[in-house]
Nanobody, 123 residues
Framework: QVQLVESGGGSVQAGGSLRLSCAASVSTATTFCMGWFRQAPGKEREGVATINVGAPSWYAASVRGRFTISQDSATNTLYLQMNNLKPEDTAMYYC?????????????????WGKGTLVIISS
């Protein structure tokens, strides 16, 4: 069982930055594919970024060049650095994990989920 706890959400103006964190209850860097997903009001949940050892990180086209996913294996923490934020980035952001062999930006493949952290971007 993997427990995931997100933090770092908040309300910022467009153009600002936030860094989301996801603390995992177990070591994940070499065992799991980790990802960030988001769900905006009235929309389906979508993949934002994934990270998997031995493979390039994946980013949604809408965030590529603005967001960076990373992880600290010493603290079992996943990060999402979000720069140049836009109002359309407003959403609940979720951390998720799945066995590294099943890595996908499709949320249906993710097995473990956090409860989310809310990001609100004002124009």
């Amino acid at each position: 069982q993997v427990q995931l706890v997100e933090s770092g959400g908040g309300s910022v103006q467009a153009g600002g930055s936030l860094r989301l964190s996801c603390a995992a209850s177990v070591s994940t860097a070499t065992t799991f594919c980790m990802g960030w997903f988001r769900q905006a009001p009235g929309k389906e949940r979508e993949g934002v970024a994934t990270i998997n050892v031995g493979a390039p990180s994946w980013y949604a086209a809408s965030v590529r060049g603005r967001f960076t996913i990373s992880q600290d294996s010493a603290t079992n923490t996943l990060y999402l650095q979000m720069n140049n934020l836009k109002p359309e980035d407003t959403a609940m952001y979720y951390c998720a994990a799945v066995d590294r062999g099943l890595c996908s930006p499709d949320d249906r493949y993710m097995h473990y989920w956090g409860k989310g952290t809310l990001v609100i971007i004002s124009s």
